[in-house]
């Protein structure tokens, strides 16, 4: 927490020199690029639902108000949110379909990710398994500082997934029906091409389109090879869902990165300040979305409604 503060302190330092155009540039960017995630799963949702009417506005709303939890609150607790107002938003969805039609959007993001990670291995830039530990973030270093703790985490997991799979095999043909349902555009691969691959493709370029506006707001050298290493410290930072938007740990990969070829002044002014912009925006963002939708702004009883309603 000490090393994220003082990253901070140096954001606040290096303020004056930020380039507020490119600033704003970088937003706008973000902003469409969550406008292109919302339309694939819209798309993804309409697919499955085809009798029904799925309008993009209330989808929108849902996966904004995701983002903008997750911004905030560790562990994906944002998820529950986006799932129940995409619920409210479409007659007849079950929340399995719901579940299942964000996996097809992750079929594409797990593609990209994996190619832009493959290519910064050949780069040689990142920390091996055994030097995460040493990495002064936050999520990483708990891990790798509480063996014993997470040894029983892991096998609670396999005991509560062993339960399930006898669970799922009492009640395995509904339950296959529904997860069908959510993965129904996948049959169609032209539709699956043109109306979700599409949209995430352009979801993809505003991110790599943010960042280089980012890097110019901050005064880092801009470059395709810079864009996709600072992709990667994104993604590597929010493996682990403990701190709020792997806030800590992502500082800590950047800096190790791209050691020896910008300041460590610079790189944590440009990684806090483009993380606490993000964070702000999709806060901004996600619980306007929630407030105009019920009036208020109460995620927690929203929540609490997804997992009382929720189906087996």
Known sequence: MGQVLDAIQVFFEQL????????????????????CTSRAWRNTIAASYPDEE?????IY????????????IPVRA?????????????????????TSSLLVLSIFDSA????????????????????????????????????EFWLLVFLALVILGVVGFFWLRLHVAEFKVKV?????????????????????????????V???????????????????????????ATLVPISPGGIGTEQAFIVYVFKGTVATSKLLAFSVGMKLTLITT?????????????????????AGKRAAAEEP
């Open 16 to 35: 004056a020199a930020v380039e507020f155009t490119a600033l704003a540039l970088a937003i706008a960017a973000h902003v469409l690029k969550t406008m």
């Open 112 to 147: 990209m990710a994996t190619l832009i990670f493959v290519y910064a291995l050949t780069l040689g830039v990142l920390p091996g398994v055994s030097s995460l530990g040493d990495l002064p973030g936050f999520d990483f270093g708990f891990i790798a500082a509480n063996p």
């Open 78 to 98: 944002g998820d529950a949110v986006k799932l129940y107002m995409a619920h409210r938003a479409v007659a007849g969805a079950t929340y399995t379909t719901l």
């Open 282 to 302: 999709n806060v901004v963002l996600g619980f306007g979305a929630i407030f105009l939708t019920f009036g208020h702004t109460d995620w927690r009883s929203l």
């Open 180 to 208: 069908r349902q959510g993965f129904a555009v996948l049959s169609d691969r032209t539709r699956y091409l043109r109306a979700v691959a599409a949209w995430q493709a352009g979801d993809w370029l505003l991110r790599f």
């Open 54 to 58: 799925v309008p993009w506005r209330r």
């Open 210 to 236: 943010a960042i280089w506006f980012f890097l110019d707001a901050f005064g880092v050298p801009q470059s395709i090879r810079n864009v996709l290493l600072v992709q990667v410290t994104q993604s590597l």
């Open 61 to 72: 709303a849902a996966y904004l108000a995701g983002v903008g939890i997750n911004a905030i």
